[in-house]
């Protein structure tokens, strides 16, 4: 089967669709409870939420389906520089792939191009697996949250200078 990848900007015709990629994700790994994105309401509206300054979301395309995304946010009270690498999450035929790390890399390029120092996330014990991808690329565990996500649910924080 040939496969046809396309990474490229979130667009307003992608809402539900990456809604439901993320929302069904969560609840493949146990992780759809209080406090995550799961019940965030920002959660249908991705495109309008990525029209802050200093915000940029990828959504990735497989042979002409949306099967998932991932994002730079400039989170609320984080330090100066950092943003923080936000919704990482993709369909399950599409993991194993390899497209979670281009859309990750790809992430932190353009927030490199843009300013940021400093890239800063948050995950769950659920999302084992992203988190092996992130210590493969090089983030490191920090033992408090920084910033003002609103996802009380997550208990675990990395960062990665860029």
Known sequence: MATDIQIRPIEPTDNIALAKVIRDALT????????????????????????????????????????GGCGIYPTENLPTGTCELVKLYLKSSA??????????LKSMEWAKQNGYTQVYLESMPELSKAVSIYENVGFMHI?????????CGCDIWMTKEL
């Open 28 to 67: 493949e790994f146990g992780a759809n409870k209080p406090g995550t994105v799961y019940f965030d309401p920002t959660t249908d509206a991705l495109y309008e939420l990525f029209r802050a300054s200093g915000a940029y979301y990828f959504v990735a395309i497989l042979n002409n389906e949306l099967v």
């Open 95 to 104: 993991r194993g792939t390899g497209l979670g790390k281009q859309l990750l």
């Open 143 to 151: 033992q408090q949250p920084l910033g003002n996500s609103g996802h």
